[in-house]
């Protein structure tokens, strides 16, 4: 059964930084794309960074420059560093694990077929 855990939510003030982690089981995690998305109350989903198979990256251009998607296959973990956090990120957060993902599908909801519960990101002026 795949499952996909994130934590490392939290509230901040504009200009902070936090460190989300999505744990991964169930599953061969190195085999598949791996993203992170968030959802504002009132918007769609949308994607902020993801993972292929090989090990690409893709970034959202919102957060090109202040956001880091890394992994530890050894840990089956994904991470998110934010940094230079703005208001305009307060979401929830997600993480996706999906079959074949690249490039800028990497940032579409369609493609990923497990995700985790959310965890909530605030950032305040």
């Known amino acids: 059964q795949v499952q996909l855990v994130e934590s490392g939510g939290g509230s901040v003030q504009s200009g902070g930084s936090l460190r989300l982690s999505c744990a991964a089981s169930?599953?061969?995690?190195?085999?598949?794309?791996m993203g992170w998305f968030r959802q504002a109350p009132g918007k769609e989903r949308e994607g902020v960074a993801g993972f292929d198979s090989d090990g690409s990256t893709t970034y959202a251009d919102s957060v090109k420059g202040r956001f880091i998607i890394s992994q530890d296959n050894a840990k089956n973990t994904l991470y998110l560093q934010m940094n230079s956090l703005k208001p305009e990120d307060t979401a929830m957060y997600y993480c996706?694990?999906?079959?074949?993902?690249?490039?800028?599908?990497?940032?579409?909801?369609?493609?990923?077929?497990?995700w985790g519960q959310g965890t909530q990101v605030t950032v305040s002026s």
């Open positions: 169930g599953y061969i995690y190195s085999s598949y794309s």
């Open positions: 996706a694990a999906g079959w074949g993902v690249k490039g800028w599908l990497l940032l579409h909801p369609t493609g990923f077929d497990y």
